[in-house]
């Protein structure tokens, strides 16, 4: 099994708000341990460095004007991560600014699903904890004191040894009930995690059980359905090629209370996606 352990230092918080990666740091495991196999770059951002984030990782637009624009890199990037599963602390951080970097370079988006945030998966097993790197490697027992400044490549280096800790951790994660504001994206760790590890049957057992408490919480609170069960089945299904149980749970979101947006819209169009291929492969058994 093959998983890239990835952190990335930007010029501020916001991918939207147009800052940019300065440096990525990727470290290659395979069967949960380190390859010798890593991807290390710094990143001309085209833009200044504010003060915050100069003092957060130590690099100066000077230093930095000397490197590669991140779209000289992309290629060797996306070869380095394959299609490998992405370790990430805070993952939707780091996956928000290297698709708009991808997006800016002319290259398709990282799926969501490809991420396992070590965040979530911490927050599952210590609720209430702490939950930044430091305070998840002090927790560990994980040395953090030459890390002065926050480095790309030397923060995935402690993340590996974050992840390997997490994984041998016996401490049995609680149950939150669907009241808790994390349920959902605990599930949606444990989840992407199984499906990494090709335990589809349990990860298909453990989304039809967050469909039906994600419906149960929408008719009682009366709001939206969450969209992740329906799309994450959808996708085990179309992976079997069981195209009629896909068109099935998506016509099931289809007919629940749901928000309007982007996610709503996707899905609607995998399912006239879904609908036409099976036409086409019925028509086809027909001839």
């Known amino acids: 099994m093959r998983e890239v352990v990835l952190d990335t230092e930007t010029t501020g918080l916001g991918a939207k708000s147009g800052h940019r990666i300065v440096e990525i740091g990727c470290i290659e495991l395979i069967d949960r341990a380190p390859s010798g196999r890593i991807f290390h770059s710094y990143l001309n951002p085209e833009r200044d460095v504010p003060d915050g984030a100069r003092q957060v990782h130590g690099l100066t637009r000077k230093f930095l ?171 085990i299904f179309r992976k079997k090629k069981d195209y009629e149980r896909e068109i099935a749970i998506l016509r099931r979101y289809e007919q629940q209370a749901h928000i309007d947006g982007p996610y709503s819209q996707m899905l609607t169009k995998r399912l006239r996606r879904s609908i036409e291929l099976l036409a086409r492969l019925q028509e086809k058994d027909r001839c």
Request: hydrophobic share 40%; net charge neutral; glycine share 6%.
């Open 65 to 235: 004007s000397k490197h590669p624009f991140f779209s000289g890199v992309a290629n060797k990037l996306l070869t380095f991560l394959g299609d490998a599963a992405l370790i990430m602390h805070n993952a939707r951080f780091d996956l928000n600014f290297l698709n708009a970097e991808f997006s800016r370079a002319g290259y398709p988006p990282l799926p969501q699903d490809r991420a396992i945030d070590t965040m979530l998966l911490f927050r599952c097993k210590y609720p209430g904890h702490p939950s930044s790197l430091d305070a998840v490697c002090e927790r560990y027992n994980v040395d953090v004191t030459d890390r002065v400044t926050h480095g790309a490549l030397r923060d995935a280096k402690l993340l590996v040894k974050v992840y390997l800790k997490l994984l041998a951790d016996p401490t049995a994660p609680p149950s939150p009930g669907p009241g808790d504001p994390q349920y959902f994206f605990i599930k949606m760790a444990e989840i992407r995690l199984l499906k990494r590890e090709g335990k589809f049957e349990e990860a298909e057992a453990l989304l039809n059980q967050l469909l039906g408490v994600a419906e149960a919480e929408s008719k009682k609170n009366r709001f939206g359905v969450f969209p992740f069960p329906y799309e994450q089945l959808a996708i």
